[in-house]
């Protein structure tokens, strides 16, 4: 059984930035994606952005040079960096663990950017 613990989630202004966290517990391959994906009130859950076992990283266009994914393979954590952050960014943001053909969600953090 996996688990996704995610955290800080919360209030920022426009332009401000939060760093969230998820940790994974359970049953995890050494080989794996892990993510973070939004949805905003009325819209379909859409990705943010990827980040490998191994490191390598995709983004949607959306937060580019403004997002940054990382992770620590030993802690099975996988941070997101959200920097310039705009009211657009306002979503509940779920981590994602995706291990051979199962996906995995976290229960989803509340992120909301005021104006």
């Known amino acids: 059984q996996v688990q996704l613990v995610e955290s800080g989630g919360g209030l920022v202004q426009a332009g401000g930035s939060l760093r969230l966290s998820c940790a994974a517990s359970?049953?995890?391959?050494?080989?794996?994606?892990m993510g973070w994906y939004r949805q905003a009130p009325g819209n379909q859950r859409e990705l943010v952005a990827l980040?490998?076992?191994?490191?390598?990283?995709n983004y949607a266009d959306s937060v580019k040079g403004r997002f940054t994914i990382s992770r620590d393979n030993a802690k099975n954590t996988v941070y997101l960096q959200m920097n310039n952050m705009k009211p657009e960014d306002t979503a509940v943001y779920y981590c994602?663990?995706?291990?051979?053909?199962?996906?995995?969600w976290g229960q989803g953090t509340q992120v909301t950017v005021s104006s």
């Open positions: 359970g049953t995890i391959f050494s080989i794996n994606i």
């Open positions: 994602n663990l995706h291990i051979v053909t199962a996906d995995h």
């Open positions: 980040i490998t076992s191994g490191g390598s990283t």
